[in-house]
């Protein structure tokens, strides 16, 4: 008891500092027309092809897209930043046209990307300082301090390091892959669908329908079991290699199998309610264990 009413007042210090140097709605406001006015200003001169309405609208769909990848970032403490700057390269290229398509597409690209990514890191950088008791004004300052040093020494470090190396040559030691792919991705958005292959887009349409019953399925019908994951297909190639490794040696694995279900935390608590642990103990599967407080997402609604 004396342990739970110590944690209840050192979060309440730390509601109180984070909250007694709060930063004015108005002045993130101001901040980011602000900058925004600059951005439509000074991107177009740089990049003729890139018109000063194209920089509005990346700026229009950045906070809708930051505050997405804020929350989900939140949740499940990856950061797809990336993904939601293609959204933008898709739309910007198709809507320059040919002529202008792939640079605008690029650029529109850069800038949305790089506004949800930091969205996402201030918000951790925020809940870090409402752990450690920091000021977030002054936090704010330090994010500010940081960026002006980046504006000033990120473009010759570039430049320095541009002209130094043959980067960007598929047959040198630096290929910059990532910058083939976007340019790729830029011109596909130039193309349209007509440049996908067959069936593609019905196909992403099915896994899109897919994705989302599936979602509408987990909030509507009674939870039970759930098999949530969110991983890259390298995940599927360590799990075959894993498995061709146990069928070539006699041995056992030293760790099991991971298991593929994941318990609601809610279902194991009614199922613990209904059953006493002396039967919990003769038969685990009857009432499983909940999961660790950090996996279970059914508690936040994910």
């Given at each position: 008891m004396a342990d739970a009413d110590t944690m209840a007042l050192d979060d309440l210090q730390r509601d109180e500092v984070f909250n007694k140097d709060n930063i004015p709605t108005w002045l993130a406001y101001t901040g980011y027309a602000l900058l925004g006015v600059i951005a439509v200003i000074i991107i177009p001169v740089m990049f003729r092809q890139v018109r000063w309405y194209y920089v509005v609208v990346a700026y229009l769909l950045a906070p809708v897209l930051g505050f997405c990848n804020a929350y989900g970032t939140g949740l499940t403490d990856m950061n797809m930043g990336y993904n939601y700057g293609k959204?933008?390269?898709?739309?910007?290229?198709?809507?320059?046209?040919?002529?202008?398509?792939?640079?605008?597409?690029?650029?529109?690209?850069?800038?949305?990307?790089?506004?949800?990514?930091?969205?996402?890191?201030?918000?951790?950088?925020?809940?870090?300082?409402?752990?450690?008791?920091?000021?977030?004004?002054?936090?704010?300052?330090?994010?500010?301090?940081?960026?002006?040093?980046?504006?000033?020494?990120?473009?010759?470090?570039?430049?320095?390091?541009?002209?130094?190396?043959?980067?960007?040559?598929?047959?040198?030691?630096?290929?910059?892959?990532?910058?083939?792919?976007?340019?790729?991705?830029?011109?596909?958005?130039?193309?349209?669908?007509?440049?996908?292959?067959?069936?593609?887009?019905?196909?992403?349409?099915?896994?899109?329908?897919?994705?989302?019953?599936?979602?509408l399925a987990w909030d509507l019908l009674p939870r039970r079991l759930a098999m949530s994951f969110l991983v890259g297909g390298s995940f599927f190639i360590d799990m075959c290699r894993a498995w061709g490794l146990r069928r070539s040696s006699a041995r056992r694995p030293l760790l099991p199998p991971l298991p593929l279900v994941a318990v609601n935390p809610r279902t194991a608590r009614r199922c613990a309610s209904k059953h006493p642990d002396s039967a919990r103990e003769r038969s685990p599967q009857v009432c499983p264990a909940p999961p660790p407080v950090g996996l279970a997402a059914g508690e936040n609604g994910a």
């Open positions: 959204i933008a390269l898709f739309i910007l290229a198709a809507w320059a046209g040919k002529d202008n398509g792939v640079v605008a597409g690029l650029v529109g690209c850069g800038v949305v990307k790089q506004l949800v990514l930091i969205s996402a890191d201030l918000m951790h950088d925020f809940k870090t300082g409402h752990l450690t008791l920091t000021s977030p004004r002054s936090m704010l300052v330090g994010q500010a301090v940081g960026t002006l040093m980046g504006c000033i020494l990120a473009p010759p470090t570039f430049m320095l390091f541009y002209r130094a190396f043959d980067v960007g040559n598929p047959d040198g030691y630096w290929k910059a892959p990532y910058a083939l792919i976007y340019r790729n991705m830029a011109i596909l958005g130039v193309e349209g669908f007509s440049a996908l292959p067959r069936h593609y887009v019905q196909l992403c349409a099915g896994f899109f329908a897919f994705a989302v019953s599936a979602n």
